[in-house]
């Protein structure tokens, strides 16, 4: 904000200078406002180490094609993660999820779907009570992008996934949050029918039944080390 504030004051002394009688006043040039990415915090300052998931700040969501007419979206209320984190260093960051897919939310369920989804047909969680993911991987691919390689449990099967990850940008912490913050948005498919999940995939050239495609995205905040408070003024 402080490179706007001279060029404001430059438009308010132009602004009150008279203008001569003979010509018409022009119009003081636009000032184009600040580019978003400089009103975010600078990241240089966002401290290394572990990170937790703030879920208050978090949602896991995920979609399916259904009879090829829409994409029946759902979610997971219930999940947790750890982050070791390194923004100048992102081959030595790590992430580990874990889901409880008992607690699938769905949007107006019909009577009994629920229980259909979590029984043996689908995700089975009588049997397999946890869903995780374990990066094995983290790639850079642009200024705030990337790509995070990891081992996907479901259904007691393990895969590899690949999961698109936007950097959002954080902050070492302020007084009323006074631990650093990151944040990130992700996505990434798979088919379910890898994690022997194969109930209702549609006949090949056809649609009609539930996606073999699962769409999953993330969007999760972090907080990690405490405000480190500024050092007493020199006597």
């Known amino acids: 904000m402080r490179s706007i504030l001279p060029v404001a004051a430059l438009l308010a002394l132009a602004a009150c200078s008279p203008q001569p009688s003979d010509k018409k006043a022009e119009a003081p040039p636009l000032v184009a406002a600040p580019p978003v990415a400089a009103l975010k915090p600078p990241k240089a300052d966002i401290p290394a180490g572990d990170y937790v998931l703030d879920k208050h700040h978090a949602t896991l969501v995920f979609r ?29 960051s790590a992430l580990e999820a874990t889901i409880d897919p008992k607690s699938l939310t769905l949007p ?3 009577e009994g779907f629920v229980e259909e989804l979590t029984g043996p047909h689908w995700l089975n969680t009588a049997t397999y009570p946890s869903i995780t993911f374990h990066s094995t991987k983290v790639e850079v691919t642009g200024p705030d992008t990337g790509k995070v390689t990891g081992d996907l449990t479901l259904h007691g ?79």
């Open 157 to 235: 099967v393990t895969k590899p996934v690949v999961l698109d990850v936007t950097y959002n940008g954080g902050y070492a912490g302020h007084p009323m949050d006074p631990h650093a913050r990151v944040g990130f948005s992700a996505k990434g498919t798979f088919k379910r029918s890898d994690f022997g999940i194969a109930y209702g995939v549609p006949a090949p050239g056809t649609t009609m039944g539930v996606s073999d495609e699962v769409q999953v995205q993330i969007e999760a905040e972090f907080t990690g080390p405490p405000l480190v408070a500024a050092p007493p003024a020199a006597s």
């Open 108 to 110: 107006a369920p019909p």
């Open 64 to 92: 399916v094609s259904h009879l090829g007419f829409s994409n029946y979206t759902a979610a997971f209320a219930n999940f947790d993660a750890k982050l070791r984190f390194d923004q100048n260093n992102a081959a030595v």
